[in-house]
């Protein structure tokens, strides 16, 4: 289990366990907050060629899933 703290994440760097259309790489570029300014979701931008995924920003926390940095 990764150790995050969400008011941290901006442009920190993960990859991907399994890759897919070939991105691996990714780079937080945006915090998703909510009325009360609580994080709830970030949005990672492929290194490889630039596409957004938004996702709940607990599931960088699975291991499984993501690593820290740039492996």
Known sequence: M???NPKKLLLSKW???APVNKERHFIV???IKDEEE???GCKLEAVIN???YEIQWQRLKNNE???M???
């Open 2 to 4: 990764n150790q995050i």
């Open 29 to 31: 570029s945006e915090l």
């Open 65 to 67: 899933e993501w690593l």
């Open 15 to 17: 990859t991907a366990t």
């Open 38 to 40: 609580k994080i709830i």
């Open 50 to 52: 630039k596409n957004h």
């Open 69 to 71: 940095g740039w492996k």
